[in-house]
């Protein structure tokens, strides 16, 4: 009985080590999709020899997220009142922790957002500031998957 144990142990080992080296499971850095050259830019509409566009707009015209990111529209709530949005998106997909990270900076800073803080562990939380609105970006990576929340909130002056 106890080898039998010990075996099912080793098998399992030897499994997790064989799905590690699946390229399936392996993360994928944000913009390495392929096939994208000569891509139109979604907010500037600018296309031809300019890189290819590595994020797209959702229901926020000034917060960018990678292509590689999918919505999960059964978790995500928009409410809008006139000129008034506020909500959160929630985006899946296995991408890299830190390579979403440095797309959300840099991207938020080409939308005139300003980080105001972060902290890191065991998740990773993004402030950012602009005129009249706040974001914060959740990052939760897990086993085999990334969680991207996005809470988008007016301020209070």
Same mark, same amino acid.
């Given at each position: 009985m106890r080898f039998g144990k010990i075996a099912l142990v080793a098998l399992l080992g030897i499994s997790l080590l064989w799905l590690g080296g699946c390229s399936i499971f392996s993360a994928q850095p944000v913009g390495a999709q392929s096939g994208q050259s000569g891509a139109q830019d979604q907010k500037t509409g600018k296309g031809g020899s300019a890189p290819a566009a590595i994020g797209r707009y959702y229901d926020?015209?000034?917060?960018?997220?990678p292509n590689a990111l999918k919505l999960d529209k059964k978790r995500s709530l928009i409410f809008r009142a006139g000129k008034f949005k506020a909500g959160v998106l929630v985006f899946t997909d296995n991408l890299e922790v830190q390579s979403l990270i440095n797309f959300f900076i840099d991207s938020m800073q080409k939308d005139n957002w300003v980080l105001q803080g972060s902290y890191k562990y065991p998740?990773?939380?993004?402030? &950012?500031?602009?005129?009249?609105?706040?974001? #914060?970006?959740?990052?939760?990576?897990?086993? &085999?998957?990334?969680?991207?929340?996005?809470? #988008?909130a007016p301020t209070v002056d």
């Open positions: 926020f015209d000034d917060i960018q997220v998740r990773v939380v993004l402030f &950012f500031a602009k005129k009249g609105k706040t974001a #914060v970006i959740n990052i939760m990576e897990d086993t &085999f998957s990334t969680e991207v929340t996005i809470w #988008v």
